[in-house]
C-alpha cells in the first residue's frame, strides 16, 4: 500500500514560518517528481510546488520568492519550507507525487492569523 505521510502544518502567525515533511517509501521516491498542492475553504486545488528527480523546481507565482521545495533522497522525503506566510495561505496542503497512477497524502492544515 502506497503511503505519503505528511507533517509538520499547524497555526502560525502572518509573518511566521512552517516547514512541511513528506515521506514515502523509497521505491516511490525514487521514480517520482514530488510537489506540494494546496486547497482553501471553497477553493479549486492549487499547485503550490514541485521538484524533479533532479531537483528542478516550479513554484505558483503566489509564493515564488517565499516558498521553498527541497528533497533529501536518503529520507525518501520532500519538503516544502514556507517564510512571511499570509493569511492567503491559510489551506489543506497535499503532498503528491507525478507518476501514474498518481498518489496523494491525506493533507495537513495549514492556519495563518492576521
Known amino acids: 500500500q502506497v503511503q505519503l505521510m505528511e507533517s509538520g502544518g499547524g497555526l502560525v502567525q502572518a509573518g511566521g514560518s512552517l516547514r512541511l515533511s513528506c515521506a514515502t517509501s523509497?521505491?516511490?521516491?525514487?521514480?517520482?517528481?514530488m510537489g506540494w498542492s494546496r486547497q482553501a475553504p471553497g477553493k479549486q486545488r492549487e499547485l503550490v510546488a514541485r521538484?524533479?528527480?533532479?531537483?528542478?523546481?516550479n513554484y505558483a507565482e503566489s509564493v515564488k520568492g517565499r516558498f521553498t521545495i527541497s528533497r533529501d533522497n536518503a529520507k525518501n522525503t520532500v519538503y516544502l519550507q514556507m517564510n512571511s506566510l499570509k493569511s492567503e495561505d491559510t489551506a489543506v496542503y497535499y503532498c503528491?507525487?507525478?507518476?501514474?497512477?498518481?498518489?496523494w497524502g491525506q493533507g495537513t492544515q495549514v492556519t495563518v492569523s492576521s
Open positions: 523509497q521505491w516511490l521516491f525514487s521514480i517520482s517528481a
Open positions: 503528491y507525487t507525478q507518476t501514474t497512477p498518481q498518489y
Open positions: 521538484i524533479a528527480r533532479d531537483g528542478s523546481t
